[in-house]
C-alpha cells in the first residue's frame, strides 16, 4: 500500500472548517484513501474513503485531487468533540490490513 | 454501541506471565484483527483472521498468538509477556461484503501494562 503523509498537529476554530490534508503521491490506480480518527484512546473510528470522486456523508467530505497524489479531509463545522487524531490511510481491495502512520493531530478550540 | 467488546480493558501483569485477551463481536462479520498501540505512534497489526479456520500474521506477529474459536470470538495470547509489550490493544471487525472492504469496527481496547 502506498504511503500517506500528513502534518503532525493543526488547530481549527470551534465552528470552523477543519481542512486536513494527506498526500499520498505513489497512489496505485486501484488503492482507496480511507480516513479514520481516534478521539483520545479509544477505538479508531471509520470517516469516509473514496477512489477518484470527491465523498460527502454526515461526518465529513473527501476531496481527491484529479491526480489522485494528495486529499484533504473536510469538517464543515468543526467542533470541540472532534478533537482528535485523523488518519489517512491508502488501501487497495485486495489488501488485508490498515496501515496507520502517524496522522494529524486536530484541535479544535472555542 | 458494544458491537466490539474487549476483556479486560485493563491489565497489569509481570514479566513471564501468560496473558490472554479477548474479543467478542456481534456484528456477524467474519473478518477479525488485533493491533496494538504505542505511546504517540498509530496502530500496528498483529494478527488478522479472514474466517474460523483463517489466521495470518501481520507487521509484529513475534511473541504473540492468537485463537479464533468462534466467528464472533477471537482471542490474542501472550505466551510469556516482556515489558516492551505494554501497550493498548485493539480488536477489530470488518465485513467486505458491504463495499467498504476495509471500513473496520474497532473495540474499546485494552490496556496492558507488563512490570
Known amino acids: 500500500d502506498a504511503k500517506t503523509t500528513q502534518p503532525p498537529s493543526m488547530d481549527c476554530a470551534e465552528g470552523r472548517a477543519a481542512n486536513l490534508p494527506c498526500n499520498h503521491s505513489t497512489i496505485s490506480g486501484n488503492e482507496y484513501v480511507y480516513w479514520y480518527r481516534q478521539i483520545h484512546s479509544q477505538g479508531p473510528q471509520y470517516i469516509i474513503h473514496?477512489?477518484?470522486n470527491n465523498e460527502t456523508n454526515e461526518m465529513a467530505s473527501l476531496i481527491i485531487t484529479e491526480d489522485r497524489k494528495s486529499s484533504t479531509l473536510i469538517l464543515p463545522h468543526a467542533t470541540l468533540r472532534d478533537t482528535a487524531v485523523y488518519y489517512c490511510i491508502v488501501s487497495n481491495p485486495s489488501g488485508n490490513m490498515l496501515t496507520f502512520g502517524g496522522g494529524t493531530r486536530l484541535m479544535v478550540k472555542p | 454501541d458494544a458491537d466490539v467488546t474487549q476483556t479486560p480493558r485493563n491489565r497489569i501483569t509481570k514479566t513471564g506471565k501468560r496473558i490472554m485477551l479477548e474479543c467478542s463481536q456481534t456484528k456477524g462479520h467474519d473478518r477479525m484483527y488485533w493491533y496494538r498501540q504505542d505511546p504517540g505512534l498509530g496502530l500496528r497489526l498483529i494478527y488478522y483472521?479472514?474466517?474460523?479456520?483463517?489466521?495470518n500474521k501481520g507487521e509484529i506477529s513475534d511473541g504473540y498468538s492468537v485463537s479464533r474459536q468462534a466467528q464472533a470470538k477471537f482471542s490474542l495470547s501472550l505466551e510469556s509477556a516482556i515489558p516492551n509489550q505494554t501497550a493498548l490493544y485493539f480488536c477489530?471487525?470488518?465485513?467486505?461484503?458491504?463495499?467498504?472492504?476495509?471500513?473496520?469496527?474497532f473495540g474499546p481496547g485494552t490496556r496492558l501494562t507488563v512490570l
Open positions: 477489530a471487525t470488518s465485513d467486505p461484503r458491504t463495499g467498504k472492504f476495509n471500513e473496520q469496527f
Open positions: 483472521s479472514f474466517d474460523v479456520k483463517d489466521i
Open positions: 473514496g477512489l477518484k
